[in-house]
């Protein structure tokens, strides 16, 4: 079977014009929107001594050559966040960044090596105003191409309509049958068969080598995400806090924090964080992160020391990370995200 054409060449690009131009117009949408809301845009640093301590993000590693020949390990960034945050230990207020990011072992129709992160930050404002931000830039997305619906796979979405808010206990038991509180300590450990045996109930697999995080993933990508985001935005909330290492508890309930993913057409379009500010316990995390990471896939990342200095003195915030080419590809009816990339990174061939 003959190879498909590359994206240079004048009859691909023809075909993807419009989406790319459509991407043009809602990045120049979205400046607008912060600028009005005196945000300051920041530029950050590709290169970092960490990727970011996440279990399950893989990272491309590079090496520095200092003059005195020495070398050192650098990696490319899978998000902003520890440089945005950097910037508001350092002051500032309320930043956003439209970042080219990386991440290994992904491609697909959603996913790219190289792609566009949109984040915003606001220092001491709480997580719900994200959510209302959420609200608004999927209809300005909208609006700026002229479209109605959001569409994926077949299915809408309302960008105007109000998106439902759904906390993810919430989601488990009405798309699994499953209580997953009755799985989370008070203080936020886990119980690896509190949530195995109502799996084995419903149906779903259950591997001898299965930890808590990989059971409740299971869960979250075979019965709750196939179901959010049809006919309206779904923001959903209050995760567990083992699955939100850089989120702090919420205040009324220590077995989950505050984050959450926004999804429309049952694709996951942003994650968002009341920020956790407590070094000490952060670094914990990220401990345990990278003890999972070395389980799993039998390697870790360095933990940022600068970063954990500047979350010491960093004021409450909340932030955002919004996978900029999947909401572009939403309001343009894109059905891969090839198709809104000036330049895709080019595919191996054979």
Known sequence: MQ?????????????????LIGRNRIQAALRRFFDERDFMEVDTATLQVSPGNEAHLHAFITQAINHDGSTQPLYLHTSPEFACKKLLAAGERRIACFAHVYRNRE?????????????????????????RDC??????????????????????????????????????ERFAGIDLLASIAADGSTDHESLAAPMRRAGLRVAADDGWADLFSRVLVDKVEPNLGFGRATILDQYPVAEAALARPTPGD???????????CGVELANAFGELTDATEQRRRFELEMAEKARVYGETYPIDDDFLAALATMPEASGIALGFERLVMLATGATRIEQVLWAPVAEATA
């Open 135 to 172: 609200a608004e830039i999927l209809a300005l997305a909208a609006e700026t191409v002229d479209t109605r619906s959001f569409t994926y796979g077949g299915r809408a979405c309302d960008p105007f309509a109000e998106p439902e808010r759904l906390s993810v206990a919430e989601a488990f």
């Open 107 to 131: 491609r697909g129709p959603l996913h790219h090596p190289e792609f566009t992160m949109l984040e915003w930050y606001r220092a001491e404002e709480n997580y719900e105003t994200l959510m």
């Open 254 to 264: 220590g077995r989950v924090a505050e984050r959450f993913e926004l999804y429309a």
């Open 3 to 19: 190879n498909a054409s590359p994206w240079w060449t004048p009859e691909v690009h023809a075909d993807r014009r419009a989406f």
